[in-house]
């Protein structure tokens, strides 16, 4: 196996075995609910809990991806990882089990940041936005994993030695990663970690705010995935049932191909870059979610409806060209800090769009709701397009 084989394969499996944590509490929640007491307000603060862990830990996070590198850094938080991911299984009641959650997010605060910045070492040119969406798009496996696979294993084993096998499986794909992940390829010379003080730690993040060209991709990242996110993690379940009467098996299906398409599109992103330039790629991509989206607020018919869900899904993979983006604005010494800064970003939105469409869908109904994301997305292509560019380095 050559060594960027090896690299692909330890970078698909922490980003893989991330999602699969991010999503893993959704099919388990009715067993959960029922032993540990957990409400539906419990249920919802379990993945408040990891992504508060992500937000928190992303600029302590870019700072050791600068100063130990991403074998390193990853190596080492495996071990809150699978501490999490087992305490989850040991969890005895609603509280036991959010701590749990947080921990295993602090765990898997790098797993992405840490694929982009060993692509930028790695690659360059297109080959760079080709191995970031190779990773991205294989690593929703772990997306896929957290549904019926986890609704099997757990009704075999229990939800507890499910989440007892997933941290086995997190401890073994640490060792993976420990045993191929490298920091520069073969033939690069070392790099010396910078002599910072705290001072210089402060000003270096001071001068990734700072960077020019970082607002435009912020004004769009903010809500490109969030958006995707929202309706594929949490809005789209209850509008195919209260809009259209759907059963579980019928949402099931519709799920399954909004799900699949996600990769699918991260896939076809580099053909498209190369076929229309970075620019005229996002802005033809958040364009077609942008219409389904007010395709959707007009009411559909059911399988139009599905369509343009799977639309979106597959259409928002643009998000992977603003994280190529964000990363060719910094420096080598400064990457770890800029796309931290950046996955910020995203994470902030995936925190808040899908709060923000609940109160629309609860005052005006769906249509409100999808209103509310094709404007939410209509304002952060304006700041993309009319925003301060940057000559990436």
């Given at each position: 196996m050559t060594p960027s084989a090896r690299l692909l394969l330890a970078t698909v499996g922490m980003g893989g075995i991330s999602n699969f944590h991010r999503a893993a509490v959704g099919v388990?929640?009715?067993?959960?609910?029922?032993?540990?007491?957990?409400?539906?307000?419990a249920l919802g603060a379990a993945n408040a809990a990891f992504f508060g862990a992500l937000l928190l830990a992303q600029i302590p996070v870019g700072v050791a991806l600068d100063r130990w590198g991403p074998r390193r850094l990853v190596a080492a938080l495996t071990a809150p990882a699978v501490l999490g991911a087992a305490a989850q299984a040991l969890a005895w009641d609603a509280a036991s089990f959010l701590a749990a959650r947080f921990l295993?997010?602090?765990?898997?605060?790098?797993?992405?940041?840490?694929?982009?910045?060993?692509?930028?070492r790695w690659h360059r040119g297109g080959a760079l936005t080709r191995a970031i969406a190779?990773?991205?798009?294989w690593a929703q496996a772990g997306i896929l994993?957290?549904?019926?696979?986890?609704a099997v294993l757990s009704g075999t084993v229990g939800w507890r030695g499910a989440f007892a096998?997933?941290?086995?499986?997190?401890?073994?794909?640490?060792?993976?990663w420990w045993a191929f992940a490298r920091d520069d390829p073969p033939g690069a010379p070392p790099r010396p970690a910078p002599a910072e003080t705290l001072a210089d730690i402060l000003l270096g993040q001071l001068r990734v705010w700072r960077t020019p060209g970082l607002w435009r991709i912020l004004s769009l990242h903010t809500v490109a995935y969030a958006a995707m996110a929202t309706l594929l993690a949490l809005w789209a379940g209850p509008f195919l049932h209260d809009a259209h009467g759907l059963s579980p098996a019928g949402r099931g299906w519709v799920l399954l191909a909004m799900g699949a398409a996600v990769p699918l599109g991260q896939l076809l992103v580099p053909p498209l870059e190369r076929a229309l330039g970075r620019d005229r790629a996002v802005a033809a991509m958040c364009g077609a979610v942008i219409a389904a989206l007010l395709a959707l607020a007009a009411g559909p018919p059911l399988w139009l409806a599905a369509a343009l869900l799977t639309l979106v899904c597959g259409a928002s993979a643009y998000s992977v060209l603003l994280v190529t983006q964000g990363r060719l604005l910094f420096p080598d010494h400064m990457v770890g800090r800029g796309v931290t800064t950046v996955n910020l970003a995203q994470v902030v939105g995936s925190a808040a769009l899908p709060a923000l469409m609940g109160l629309a869908v609860g005052a005006a109904g769906y249509g409100a709701g999808f209103g509310l994301l094709a404007a939410a997305l209509a304002l952060g292509l304006w700041g993309y397009l009319t925003g301060t560019d940057a000559s990436p380095r």
């Open positions: 388990v929640a009715p067993e959960l609910a029922a032993e540990l007491s957990m409400g539906p307000g295993l997010g602090l765990g898997c605060a790098a797993s992405f940041m840490a694929a982009v910045v060993l692509a930028g190779i990773t991205f798009a994993l957290a549904g019926a696979p986890l096998l997933s941290a086995a499986l997190t401890a073994a794909l640490g060792a993976l």
